[in-house]
C-alpha cells in the first residue's frame, strides 16, 4: 500500500510530465472504483491547462488553469500509468504484471497519457468542492514534513490515549500519509515499542519520534527520487520501488542496531507490526 513517500514519488513523476499540459479527455471504464464516480467527471477537465500537481496526505490533488481540482487517491493497489502512449504496448503490461483490464480512467493529454490501474479498487478519482475542500480531507491531521507537527503535537494530542502507539500512528487525523511501512520504522528508528500507550510516552520520546518520522519519510522519498530517473523519459509505473527497511517484514532476521535476531512480528488491529524486541522499549 502506497504511503506518503511511495505517494510523493508518484506526485513528482505525474508533475513533470503533465504540469502545463492541457487535457484532451478523461475516460472513465467504470462507473465507480472505490465510490461511484462523481457525475460529469469525464467532461470537467477538457481543454484545461494542469497548472500543478500537489500532495495532502496519501492524496494527489491536480490543480486546472480552470479552477477544478482532480483529487487522486492510490488506494491499497492503484498505480498510475505515466506515458507518451501508455496503451498499446502488451509488452510493458507484461513486464510490469499489470492487468490492462483493471485501467480505471484513462487521462489524455497533448502527447501524453495517465492511466489509473487498481486491482483491488480501493483508490478513487474524484473532484474537489467548488470552495477547494473535500470530505476525505476534511479532518486530516498535520503533514509529518510540515513545521507544525512535532513532538509537542503528538504529546497533546496523545495524552491519556490508552491506544498504542503504532495504532495511533495509522490514524490519519493524528498525522496525514503514514501507513504500515513508516509507522514500523519510524518506531524502531526512536527506540519505542509498538505496543506502548500512546498517553504514556514522555515527551523527550515524542520529540525523537516526530524527528524520526521526518527522517524515515524524508530517506524513502530520496529513494524513491532516485527510482524516479529510471523511468523518466519513458513509460512506466513509478512508486513501487525497493526500499531498505530496518524492521518492516523482517521477523526472525537481524536487527541493524543491535546486531541480534531479535525482529518480531506481531498484529495490532489486523495489522502487522514489526520492531526489535531488544532496542523497542
Ligand atoms: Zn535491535
Redesign the pocket.
Known amino acids: 500500500m502506497p504511503e506518503l513517500p511511495e505517494v510523493e514519488t508518484v506526485r513528482r513523476g505525474l508533475a513533470d510530465l503533465i504540469e502545463g499540459r492541457s487535457f484532451k479527455s478523461i475516460q472513465l471504464n467504470r462507473k465507480d472504483i472505490r465510490f461511484p464516480m462523481r457525475d460529469g467527471l469525464g467532461d470537467v477537465a477538457r481543454g484545461q491547462t494542469v497548472t500543478h500537481v500537489g500532495r495532502r496526505g496519501k492524496y494527489m490533488i491536480i490543480e486546472l488553469d480552470g479552477a477544478k481540482r482532480l483529487l487522486i487517491h492510490l488506494g491499497m493497489s492503484g498505480r498510475l500509468i505515466l506515458g507518451a502512449d501508455v496503451m498499446a504496448d502488451e509488452l510493458f503490461y507484461q513486464k510490469q504484471q499489470i492487468n490492462p483490464r483493471h485501467n480505471h480512467v484513462i487521462m489524455t493529454f497533448n502527447d501524453a497519457a495517465v492511466i489509473y490501474n487498481d486491482p483491488r479498487r480501493f483508490g478513487m478519482v474524484d473532484l474537489l468542492d467548488p470552495d477547494g475542500g473535500h470530505y476525505l480531507l476534511a479532518h486530516l491531521g498535520p503533514e509529518p514534513l510540515a513545521n507544525e507537527f512535532d513532538g509537542h503535537w503528538l504529546a497533546q494530542r496523545l495524552r491519556f490515549s490508552k491506544t498504542s502507539i503504532k495504532e495511533k500512528l495509522l490514524d490519519q487525523n493524528l498525522v496525514a500519509g503514514i501507513g504500515n511501512i513508516y509507522a514500523s520504522e519510524s518506531l524502531h528508528l526512536a527506540g519505542i515499542n509498538p505496543k506502548r500507550k500512546a498517553g504514556n510516552i514522555a515527551l523527550a520520546r515524542l520529540v525523537n519520534l516526530a524527528e524520526a518520522i521526518r527522517n524515515t519519510l524524508q530517506r524513502a522519498i530520496e529513494a524513491g527520487g532516485s527510482s524516479l530517473k529510471d523511468y523518466r523519459g519513458v513509460r512506466g509505473a513509478p512508486g513501487y520501488f525497493q526500499h531498505q527497511f530496518n524492521v518492516y517484514d523482517r521477523a526472525g532476521e537481524m ?1 541493524r ?2 546486531g ?1 535476531d ?1 525482529i518480531r512480528k506481531i498484529q495490532q488491529s489486523g495489522r502487522a507490526s514489526y520492531y ?1 524486541a ?2 523497542q522499549r
Do not use: G, T, Y
Request: include cysteine.
Open positions: 536487527c542496531s543491535c541480534k531479535n526489535c531488544a532496542c
